[in-house]
């Protein structure tokens, strides 16, 4: 025969000690580490098991049959008024629920409320509360595993682009430099001989221009400059570079003093951070200033990346922006825009240490 509440209190000292059904079920409850417990639709508890009574800190004298939910639950009743209300009136309720802990630690538990229904009518409901601490932990353990995973990949992604870069960079540094630069001198000498003849100048500064060019590309590519003297110098270089090339002012500036301690990886992550939002809004023709600052803050690494066109919208599907979210991603970042009368600024937060 099932368990039915009674407006009677029952409490632990009362079980009998033969192997009725009733106090099998009662023994069983009571040895259960879930938290069990039935109050009646005045919300008054009629039954509490040891674990609940031990949970609770009360006496079971002083909570079954003589505590009100109001007074048992204290500040957290308002929090649970919602929940009681819609038991009674025959909606089972499930929620979680925190409670801090005088050591600091958090115990998590979910909750559950499920009517007691006699012929049709709710005359109180049971209370289930189980510990999910354990759960929780192996639910961080998995998220940090996965955030694990997913940086790995990323810095896979990163660092198989920085070495395609660095090939590519190589084949035109010491491959084509070095033909087009002999070609150049062999040019050069027929324009001295008695054999030069009108175009020769032309061909001579044709592929003067094309080095010029190549030698951009390469900087672009694999910024030496940066692991030879540092991140610094190496923006410099490719705003000066870049500016040549592009209709646009760009001024930069570096308020962490501590920027050239951080490792050559993360410096060419700000980098390309940098000449993707350059490379970004050169596509648009409103914009003509561009301002860069890098400072840091509460330990974090703030990058300001902003431009006179307060209309500019970020092309959140391109390459470029693409490759900025997983740098981002990578460094715990968050990235959000802020649009004023005058500018437009993206601003980037990077958790680098100093």
Known sequence: MPLRST????????????????????????????????????????????????????????????????????????????????????????????????DGSVDHYIVTYTPDKIKGKVSGFFVHVANINLIKKLEEKLIDYEITKRREVLRSVIETQETERELISYKLRDKVNQTLASSKMMLDAAEKSKDSTAFLPMISRNIREVIEELNKISTDLSPSVIMMIGLVAGIKEYISSFEE????????????????NLSFSDKISIFRVVQNY?????????????????????????????????????????????????????????WKTISKKNKNMLLLEFSIPS
């Open 245 to 260: 090339r592009h209709p646009l002012s760009i001024r930069f500036n570096c308020l962490d003093e501590k920027i050239e």
């Open 7 to 102: 407006n009677k209190p029952l409490s632990i000292g009362e079980l009998r000690k033969d192997n009725t059904p009733l106090e099998i079920c009662l023994r069983v409850v009571n040895h259960v580490d879930a938290m069990l417990a039935y109050w009646d639709e005045n919300e008054v508890c009629r039954f509490a098991n040891k674990a609940y009574i031990k949970w609770a800190g009360k006496s079971g004298d002083a909570l079954i049959g003589q505590m009100k939910m109001k007074n048992f639950l204290g500040p957290l009743y308002p929090e649970n008024r919602e929940y009681i209300k819609n038991v009674l009136a025959g909606r089972k309720q499930i929620f979680k629920r925190e409670f801090n802990l005088p």
């Open 278 to 334: 350059l490379l970004l809004v050169s596509g648009n023709a409103a914009c003509k200033i561009v301002e860069i600052e890098i400072t840091r803050l509460n330990g974090k690494l703030i990058l300001r990346l902003q431009n006179n066109d307060p209309r500019f919208k970020l092309p959140l599907n391109s390459k470029e922006f693409v490759d900025i979210e997983h740098r981002l991603e990578y460094y715990n970042g968050s």
